[in-house]
């Protein structure tokens, strides 16, 4: 019966053509037709057509379909799904939403695009605040094991002590506490995720997941009532280290900004040109343009490179990377390729990167180990003191010395810059870096005079 309400156009069709065999032998008759129905249930578009047209005109039910996440596909894809929900309207006769990513649709929609040929409702929903959705995850992951709505929550860590879920709630809290209530942290992790809620989601499953991520301590501090709080460096190393054991800017979250480019010459190196052009373009973070605050003609920020002594080829290599990075963003949303791109502006993430995190002892450290150097006694000593676990003494003593390395071939692109005549826009870094890493360095300093006491 269901059947027939769904086929009811062919099934009524079919009694028309069959009636001759209706008169004569029914259940020839009725066998013909459950055989028709049957071939028609195979046609599943058929079958929802005909489906939402039954709720529709006999329960009075109006439907409505929703394709979700084709905003996380490429923009082809994105334009075959809003045709496709263009296809359905017309067939369902129903409403239909279709999440697409905001720049797709300006594009398409202003520039001749098959949005032109239909009239849309739109509505724009911007993206909430990372911290804000983390919050209320970690608040209802708080909640189920609180109440122990999560069956068999329990871990078992060394020296036979249980954690059960009150404990892992406990854990739950630090980790928001560290999050919210440390601006260091939360700062870090706002900036990293760049107004993209998955990558900040993608962020905080890095720190949980790495194995930098020291859950049997902070459990037992926990399970000892101890007030445990994690610090900025516990958060960064899982982040940016991920589960392996040495940072690397191929595969972290967290890129290196001294990682070097290639120059003119195959043996030319450049180790601060991505700085420089980060700082260039926070000078404009607050300046108006034709296309936005913050913008700067990607020309300018070409000239200023090439400048430096890189070749075009190059120029264009490490522009692209500043944007798969994230350091960097275009003026157009849907970048198909650098030709397309007029302008270019420094994200916030790019301005954290430069203006906070490249003084932060734990930056430095990763990248250090991470940077192609040009001192073959420094990097004997770094192979020799990280083959084990070195004291934090040793770490601090090697931070420092692969600054002072690093001040070798900064000398030479300064020179450079001021043979270029851009000298004033293109300041000495390191001399920033130890300035603004004093404070990082004084702290660890004084953990280590402490260490030293209560040994």
């Given at each position: ?13 079919f009694?028309k ?42 329960y009075?039910?109006?439907v ?19 045709l ?126 790495s ?33 392996y ?13 001294l ?41 300018d ?97 090697s ?29 000495p ?27």
């Amino acid at each position: 019966m269901g059947l027939e309400q769904v086929f009811w156009g062919d099934v009524q069709r079919f009694q028309k053509t069959q009636r001759p065999v209706a008169e004569i032998d029914r259940a020839e008759y009725e066998k013909r037709k459950i055989a028709f129905l049957e071939e028609l249930h195979h046609d599943k578009r058929a079958f929802v057509r005909g489906a939402l047209r039954v709720l529709r005109e006999r329960y009075h039910r109006h439907v409505c379909v929703i394709l979700d996440n084709a905003d996380q596909c490429d923009a082809d894809y994105q334009r075959a799904v809003y045709l496709f929900a263009r296809t359905l309207e017309d067939e369902l006769r129903c409403l239909v939403i279709v999440a697409l990513r905001e720049e797709w649709y300006w594009h398409f929609g202003r520039r001749g695009g098959p949005l032109d040929a239909y009239h849309d409702v739109v509505y724009h929903i911007p993206a909430p605040r990372t911290r804000d959705v983390l919050a209320r995850r970690l608040d209802y992951a708080i909640q189920l094991a609180t109440q122990y709505d999560i069956p068999h929550a329990h871990a078992t860590l060394s020296h036979n002590i249980a954690l059960e879920a009150a404990h892992l709630a406990k854990y739950l809290a630090v980790c928001k506490r560290a999050f919210f209530n440390n601006e260091d942290i939360s700062l870090f992790f706002e900036c990293l995720s760049n107004g993209s809620v998955r990558k900040g989601l993608s962020a905080f499953l890095e720190f949980v997941r790495s194995g930098h991520t020291h859950v049997d301590e902070y459990l037992k501090a926990i399970f000892d009532s101890q007030n445990y709080t994690l610090s900025f460096h516990q958060v960064f190393k899982s982040v940016a280290y991920g589960p392996y054991k040495w940072y690397s800017s191929e595969r972290s979250l967290v890129p290196n900004v001294l990682h070097p480019v290639k120059g003119s010459t195959s043996l030319q190196l450049s180790w601060f040109t991505r700085v420089y052009l980060l700082r260039y373009l926070s000078r404009f973070r607050s300046t108006s343009s034709s296309v936005g605050v913050g913008y700067v003609p990607i020309g300018d920020a070409r000239n200023l490179v090439l400048s430096l002594g890189l070749d075009p080829g190059h120029v264009q290599s490490l522009i692209r990377d500043l944007f798969e990075s994230e350091l960097v963003e275009p003026e157009v949303r849907l970048l198909r390729s650098l030709e397309a791109c007029s302008y270019i502006r420094i994200t916030a993430w790019g301005y954290y990167v430069v203006g906070k995190l490249l003084v932060r002892f734990p930056y430095l450290e990763a990248i250090m180990l991470d940077t192609p150097l040009p001192d073959v006694k420094l990097l004997d000593h770094l192979v020799s003191t990280y083959g084990s676990k070195p004291p934090l003494r040793h770490r601090l003593a090697s931070v420092r010395r692969f600054l002072e390395c690093m001040s070798v071939p900064e000398n030479e692109e300064q020179t450079r810059a001021e043979t270029a005549g851009i000298g004033d826009q293109c300041p000495p870094v390191i001399p920033l870096i130890k300035e603004g890493s004093e404070a990082d360095f004084s702290a660890i300093q004084s953990a280590i005079e402490r260490q030293a006491q209560d040994v």
